[in-house]
C-alpha cells in the first residue's frame, strides 16, 4: 500500500501537468500557450515515468 506522502509526490506534479496543460490549451494560438503545453505534457509523463521505473527497479 503507498503512504500519503507517496500519493501526494505523484498526485502534485500530474495536477500541475494538467493545470498547465489546460492553461496553455486555451492559449493555443501564441507562444506561451505551446509551451505550458509542451511543459504540463512533461510533467505527466516524467511522473508516469519515474514510477514505472521504480517499480521495476523494486522487482529486482
Given at each position: 500500500?503507498?503512504?500519503?506522502?507517496?500519493?501526494n509526490a505523484m498526485l502534485?506534479?500530474?495536477?500541475?501537468?494538467?493545470?498547465?496543460?489546460?492553461?496553455?490549451?486555451?492559449?493555443?494560438?501564441?507562444?506561451?500557450?505551446?509551451?505550458?503545453?509542451?511543459?504540463?505534457?512533461?510533467?505527466?509523463?516524467?511522473?508516469?515515468?519515474?514510477?514505472?521505473?521504480?517499480?521495476?527497479?523494486?522487482?529486482?
Open positions: 500500500m503507498t503512504s500519503m506522502s507517496a500519493l502534485v506534479p500530474i495536477i500541475a501537468g494538467m493545470i498547465l496543460l489546460a492553461i496553455g490549451f486555451n492559449f493555443r494560438d501564441k507562444n506561451v500557450g505551446v509551451f505550458a503545453m509542451w511543459i504540463g505534457m512533461l510533467l505527466i509523463l516524467a511522473t508516469v515515468v519515474i514510477k514505472i521505473l521504480s517499480k521495476l527497479n523494486e522487482s529486482l
